[in-house]
């Protein structure tokens, strides 16, 4: 990390969307895009409960002054199928749409993502699976999250459930995926349920303190990741409590939830997010919480092995040395620190409060960590192996 030069264009190190755009009214701006590139036709892909909110209502709006046409798709579900990315692709293509707009959390922004590219290029979508397999630029791609929390308006990640591999997940990485246009509006964020807000800010702190650690880091990404651990551990708990009266709160949150989106895309993750796979694929429990539950638990195990790190994450998180305290007590009070965020925001920090759980599973979750998620075991700041992922397991039980 601390060898080569980091080029802020070169693939794998610093890369954005084309062009983002946050603060409140930031939606607005689609209508001066939708000028700029006369578009015709735009698609809204989205879910029923968002559209049911009247959460894109102001993106119609934004779009209908812009002169587009707007349809919504209102298709997309949680771990959304790569069949319904396909389903997706082919209402752009039926109806000859020249803009996708997604709207929503991970789920609607990464099928948006990827059906703007099978749009084009009408290739079979398992084929696009893994890292570089999409075959060219899409249809022109607007993003809004609605929750400030995944951060995947500005990553070229899109993850799906394979309902032909028993519903595991698959991951498309590419910079075909990369927004035109990430407008990232705190308003979108008003009618967030306490219970989502929670979780997914947990989800940005875990890309935040993932990316920090990571092997892959770089300065320019510790920049972002830690002014995004600062900004979350200031402001989660009145995001999730005060919501809709606290813009502040919720501008904070979703720019920390945008900064470390990009932090991560560019340094990749760790074992949170590999431990997290089997949680999400066999018991369905929701990225956002199994992230958070996780997060201490890694964090703790982790230490050792960047002691400074994980003390400048304590003292972002507010925390402080004591007389006689050594930097190694200062990181492990990030770990502190994190389980009282859980707990003030309503999230349990032990699998067991998740519901049932079987623990004799923990040495096959293990196996399955390293089958579909090895890549973020070997992010990791300390190594693992299978006995320390099942021990991990055990103390987060
Ligand atoms: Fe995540």
Redesign the pocket.
């Known amino acids: 990390m601390f060898d080569g030069v980091h080029s802020i264009t070169e693939t794998n190190s610093i890369q954005w969307p084309k062009r983002v755009e946050y603060g409140f009214g930031a939606t607005d701006e689609l209508a001066a895009f939708v000028e700029s590139e006369s578009v015709d036709r735009a698609l809204v892909v989205t879910d029923a409960d968002i559209a049911a909110a009247g959460v894109v209502d102001p993106v119609e709006a934004a779009l209908d002054a812009g002169g587009a046409t707007v349809e919504i798709f209102d298709g997309v579900m949680p771990e959304p199928k790569l069949s319904m990315v396909e389903d997706a692709a082919a209402t752009l293509r039926d109806g000859e749409f020249d803009l996708v707009v997604g709207v929503g959390g991970g789920s609607s922004m990464d099928t948006a993502k990827l059906a703007s590219a099978l749009a084009v290029h009408d290739v079979p979508v398992r084929d696009t699976v893994g890292m570089g397999n999409v075959p060219g630029a899409g249809l022109p791609l607007a993003l809004l999250p609605t929750t400030a929390g ?1 951060g995947s308006e500005v990553t070229h990640i899109g993850v799906f459930s394979d309902a032909d591999d028993g519903g595991n997940k698959v991951v498309v990485y590419d910079e075909h995926l990369f927004a035109d246009l990430a407008l990232v509006d705190p308003a979108l964020t008003e009618s967030l349920p306490a219970g989502v807000a929670a979780a997914t800010g947990m ?1 940005a702190l ?2 935040a303190v993932e990316a920090y650690v990571t092997m892959l880091r770089t300065p320019y990404t510790d920049v972002l990741a830690r002014d995004a651990v600062e900004r979350i551990g200031d402001n989660l708990r009145a995001a999730v409590h005060q919501g809709a009266g606290n813009d502040g709160a919720r501008y904070e949150m979703s720019f920390a939830a945008m900064i470390a989106g990009q932090a991560f895309v560019n340094s990749g ?1 760790g074992a949170v ?1 590999a431990l997290t796979y089997p949680l999400g694929v066999e018991y369905g429990v929701g ?2 919480l199994a ?1 958070a539950v996780l997060l201490p638990h890694v964090m703790e195990y982790n230490v050792p092995a960047e002691p400074e790190r994980f003390a400048e994450i304590a003292r972002l998180l507010g925390e402080e040395r004591a007389p006689g305290e050594t930097t190694l007590d200062l990181a492990y009070k990030s770990v502190e620190a994190v389980r009282e965020l859980n707990e003030d925001v309503g999230i349990p920090n032990q699998i067991r409060d998740l519901g049932d759980v079987d623990t004799e599973e923990f040495g096959r979750f293990a196996d399955v960590c390293f089958e579909y998620s090895e890549h973020n075991i070997d992010r990791n700041p300390r190594d693992l192996d299978r006995g320390d992922v099942i021990e991990i397991f055990e103390n987060a039980y």
Do not use: A, E, I, S
Request: hydrophobic share 10%; aromatic share 0%; proline share 0%.
């Open positions: 995944t989800d875990t890309h993750l997010h990225h956002g992230n």
